[in-house]
């Protein structure tokens, strides 16, 4: 009896295989937690990073564009003007609808005008959905709005027979959320009482 315990104790062999499976087992489990913590870490700084990609999104696409022509409402004769323009919006694809508010007053939407000698940061608008609409004053998905925007006085467009025709002007839609929505376009050679705006 006594040498068969003497042989245990002189050979080493099943005890550094033991060993070696515990350090293993140590390493695997050690590595399943890391790897568990370093994944958990990655899914918060990728929803982090996905809402910031969001809001950046937001910030630079315009939450509403054109949606037809723009057209001008005008006064021909002999000191011929242009007195209303007429854009209408709709939502962009994807985005979350728009309070654009009852008209100007409430500041929740702006509208600029600018030509080569005015510019006005909130000139005067009403509103008018068209089509279907749910009655409220948000602008949502399959809804168009139509803008009647006063041209301001002062502008070239109000300004002498010369002034008026071949005018380029510029308008800046500028929604509550979203980056502002540029409309560009020239007067036509001659002011009727109605222009569709190329």
Same mark, same amino acid.
């Given at each position: 009896?006594?040498?068969? /315990?003497? /042989? /245990? ?5 099943? /005890? ?10 140590? !390493? ?5 937690? !890391? ?23 937001? #910030? ?19 000191? &011929? ?13 994807? %985005?979350? &609808? ?24 909130? @000139? ?16 949502? %998905? ?20 010369? #002034? @008026?025709?071949?005018?380029? !002007? ?11 929505? &540029? ?6 050679? #001659? ?8």
């Amino acid at each position: 009896m006594k040498g068969i /315990f003497n /042989f /245990f104790t002189k050979d080493g062999k099943a /005890f550094a295989g033991l060993e070696s499976a515990i350090v293993l087992t140590t !390493f695997v489990v050690v590595a399943a937690v !890391f790897f568990y913590v370093f994944l958990g870490t990655g899914f918060i700084t990728s929803e982090a990073n996905k809402k910031t990609i969001d809001e950046g999104a937001k #910030q630079t696409i315009s939450s509403v564009e054109l949606a037809g022509g723009v057209i001008a409402k005008g006064a021909p004769g002999d000191a &011929p003007r242009v007195d209303y323009i007429i854009v209408t919006l709709k939502l962009t694809e994807g %985005q979350s &609808p728009v309070d654009i508010g009852t008209d100007n007053t409430t500041g929740i939407m702006l509208v600029a005008y600018t030509d080569n000698a005015t510019y006005v940061p909130d @000139v005067k608008w009403t509103k008018n959905f068209i089509g279907y609409n749910n009655g409220d004053n948000v602008l949502e %998905q399959y809804e168009k709005v139509e803008l009647n925007i006063t041209v301001p006085e002062g502008s070239m467009l109000k300004g002498s027979k010369t #002034q @008026v025709v071949n005018k380029e !002007f510029r308008l800046e839609v500028k929604p509550k959320i979203g980056a502002i929505l &540029p409309i560009t376009r020239v007067t036509p050679p #001659q002011i009727d009482k109605v222009m569709n705006l190329r």
